[in-house]
Structure formats: C-alpha cells, structure tokens
C-alpha cells in the first residue's frame, strides 16, 4: 500500500507516527482522525509481530522506533509493556491485532475523526 503524506513532511510524518505508536503502546486506545489512524495501523501491528518475537534483536528494532517513556506510575517502560503484555496477548493471532472505529466529525473543521485500539 502506497504511504499516505498526510500533509506533512517526511521527517514530520516520521515523527508524528513515533508519538502516535508510542501513546498507542502506553494507553491501548486513542482518538485522531480517521486517515492518521488507518496509517497508524500498520505501524503498530508491525511492532507487535516484533514483539510476539521476543529476542533481543526484535527489542531493538523496537527500541529504535517508539520512544521509550515511562506508563503512568510504574517503573515499566512503553517498549517493556509491549514485550511484557501486549505481545504475548497476541501469541496465537497471525494478523490484525488493532481495529479503527469511526466516531463522526470533529467540530472544529469537520475532519472524520475515529478511535484505534487494540483488538481484545
């Protein structure tokens, strides 16, 4: 599938797709609009089949990409919540491990906003 540019630069996207995996990983479930989202989709189901793997060279691929930030209170990390947690949940799911559910628009400018999370 053909990247969307979502009206940004490249290392703007970059960036802006870090944050939003990032915030996925630590919260399970955001709300931005609905291209963001299905764009997101890929990226985070990307970093759970690095996950389901577990070894250290998979770590590190993901540690290259997300942000390493603290969950809540714990002392756990988002990457150590992803190989803890969300990684072994999907141990026996081969594929699509999120789903996007469209809320309406935004009032502000009217952009069709939807919800990503994960797949229980």
């Known amino acids: 599938m053909h990247n969307r540019k979502l009206g940004r630069t490249a290392d703007h996207r970059k960036a802006l797709l870090r944050n939003m995996a990032t915030d ?3 919260y399970e479930k955001i709300e931005t609009t609905e291209k963001k ?4 989709r ?5 970093l759970v089949t690095l996950a389901k793997k577990g ?6 691929q993901v540690l290259s990409y ?4 603290k969950v809540g209170k714990t002392d ?8 803890d947690e ?7 799911r ?9 809320t309406g628009v935004r009032k502000g400018d009217a952009a069709p906003m939807a919800y990503i999370e994960f797949v229980k």
Request: no cysteine; glycine share 6%.
């Open 24 to 26: 996925m990983i630590v």
């Open 37 to 40: 989202a299905l764009e997101l």
């Open 42 to 46: 890929s990226v985070v189901d990307e």
């Open 55 to 60: 070894d250290l060279h998979a770590r590190r």
């Open 66 to 69: 997300v942000r390493d930030v």
């Open 76 to 83: 756990k990390t988002a990457v150590q919540k992803l190989f």
């Open 86 to 92: 969300i990684g072994p949940r999907y141990a026996d």
């Open 94 to 102: 081969k594929g699509g491990y999120t789903r996007v559910v469209k």
